[in-house]
């Protein structure tokens, strides 16, 4: 059986895919967003030790080289977040496929599914495959949240055993998405056309960054696709919470703004446009 490094489980969540679900964030990104609101999912912890002595509770240890956690000691101050050089965190526990479900059959009776997140959860496929085999056998639902950077047509085992996809478009035009990502964005655009083909998409997702992106081309072509079909296009407005202010230090989206944007959508004839 797989096992797999993660970050977190939340429990109850109203935000990660439709009723309330168990969402799990897997450790490790393949992409390198500008404005990742959590960057320290992005890379696995490289036992380099910078964070072990400031921690004000002595929950971490090096031991044989490598880097302990103690989440019983852990006061969750987030100061080892805070100095490591490597956007990663010694927060996390590696869990076998028996280990998470033993957690989701906690919280069964009172979720309408659960939903893979991360840092970007893909990269533990075969985990998450064997996870969702699991689950389904207990009538709940499995999402997956995903940057769409792996090719998808090359993964059946997780389009198959996934309910629904959530997809990130973060830019429409190529080199605006190097710009913001590090990454082209041509297998994002592959998948996104696979996977509506399948009927396999519960929602895509555009952050709106008025500054540095063209958000209305990104809005235009995304809404061109979706028009007439029953996903949801969800545009959410940028946050400086949580991110890297070294690399972006812009301004929110106006209200006004962001109507204007949702309002351009359902003019095209996207049916479910949500703003957050
Ligand atoms: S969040 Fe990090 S630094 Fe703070 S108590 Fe926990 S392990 Fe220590
Ligand atoms: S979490 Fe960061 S600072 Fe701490 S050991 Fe790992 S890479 Fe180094």
């Not at 103690?70 to 490591?84: E, F, G, L, P, R």
């Not at 959530?166 to 998948?191: R, V, Y």
């Not at 028009?227 to 301004?251: A, P, W």
């Amino acid at each position: 059986m797989s096992e797999a490094l993660v970050n977190k489980i939340i429990p109850f969540s109203n935000v990660d895919g439709p009723g309330n679900r168990t969402a799990v964030f897997l450790q490790g990104c393949n992409l390198n967003c500008l404005y990742c609101h959590n960057p320290e999912t992005i890379n696995i912890c490289n036992n380099c030790g910078k964070c072990v002595t400031g921690c004000p509770a002595d929950a971490l240890e090096i031991s044989n080289g490598r880097v302990i956690w103690d989440s019983d000691k852990c006061i969750n101050c987030d100061t080892c977040i805070k100095v490591c050089p490597n956007s990663s965190t010694p927060k996390v526990k590696k869990y076998s496929v028996k280990e998470v479900m033993k957690i989701i059959l906690e919280y069964k009776n009172f979720i309408s599914g659960i939903t893979f997140s991360g840092g970007e959860c893909t990269l533990n496929h075969q985990f998450i495959v064997e996870v969702f085999k699991e689950v389904h056998k207990y009538g709940l639902t499995c999402f997956v949240d995903t940057n769409g950077f792996l090719d998808f047509e090359n993964l059946p085992e997780l389009v198959k055993n996934t309910d629904k996809f959530m997809l990130d478009i973060k830019a429409w035009d190529s080199s605006e998405h190097i710009k913001l990502t590090g990454k082209d964005n041509n297998i994002i655009k592959k998948n996104l056309e696979y996977l509506i083909k399948l009927d396999k998409i519960y929602e895509i997702r555009t952050v709106v960054v008025p500054e540095i992106l063209d958000n209305e081309n990104s809005v235009v072509n995304v809404s061109e696709i979706l028009s007439g079909t029953e996903i949801q296009y969800k545009l959410i407005k940028f946050r400086k919470n949580g991110v890297r202010l070294n690399l972006i230090n812009v301004d929110m989206a106006t209200d006004s703004y962001m109507e204007k944007l949702k309002n351009r959508a359902i003019e095209i004839g996207v049916k479910k446009v949500v703003i957050t």
